[in-house]
C-alpha cells in the first residue's frame, strides 16, 4: 500500500511549473539556456547561436550538455503543427553522438518525447521512451524512424539545413518528419498509452535546441534558427 501511495504521489505531484503559452504563438521567439553551462559555451542570441562543450550542470543526466530551450510550452491538448528549421555546420573531432533538437515535457528520468539524434555513423536517428514509474522506470526506444535515413552530415564545417515538422494532435501525442537539405530523413509518431494510469501523462511539451551527448567531445556547433506554427486546427 505504502509503495502504491508512493507512486500515485510522483505521477501527481511532478514538476509541472513550466508557463504556458495561453495559446500556440505564431513564432516561437524566447528561448533561454538550458540549465547552465560553462562560461562560452553558448554565445549569441536571437536567431543565431554558437554551442561548444560544456560539462553537464544539471542535477543528472548524461556528460555533456549546451543547449537552449523555450522559455514557455504548449499544452499537450493543443492541436497545431510546427517548423523548427536550423541552417546549421559542425566542426568535431570525432563522431560522437549528440541530440540536436528534442521535445520535452519535464518528466525526471527516461528519455523525453522526443529526441532527434546525429549518430555515430552521422545519419539522423529518432528516440523516445514512456516513462512508467518514478527514476529511470522507462519503456524504451517506443519510437523508431519508419524510412532509412538518406544524408550522411560531414562534421567539417558543411553547412546543411535541418527541417523538423512536428503534428500535435491535442492528445498528448505527435507526428515528427525530419528532412535534411529537403531529402526525407526521419519519419516517426508518438502515441501516448491511452488509460493506464501508471504511464507519465504529459501535461505540455517545449522545445530544446544544441548539443546533448553521452558524453565529452570537442565541438563547434553554429545554427540560425527559427520555429514557426504552421497551421493551427
Known sequence: MRLFLITLLFFTSSAYARDIY???PNEIK???VSCDVDQGSITGKGKKRKFRPSA????KGFKQRSEIRTDAAISAKANVTYHFQTIFDINANR???FDIFQVHDDRDGCAPPLKVNIFYD???KLYSDYKTG????????VMSSTIPPQTTILRDGTQYVLDIYLDFDGKGGFIVDVYIDNVHEAHGVYTPPQGDRYYF???Y???KHGSYSSNMFDYELNSEFFMKKITSN
Open 22 to 24: 495561453f495559446q500556440p
Open 30 to 32: 524566447t528561448w533561454v
Open 56 to 59: 553537464n550542470l544539471c542535477d
Open 95 to 97: 563522431n560522437e553522438k
Open 122 to 124: 552521422n545519419t539522423i
Open 134 to 141: 518514478p527514476g529511470e522506470s522507462c519503456k524504451r526506444q
Open 201 to 203: 501523462k504529459s501535461k
Open 205 to 207: 511539451f517545449y522545445f
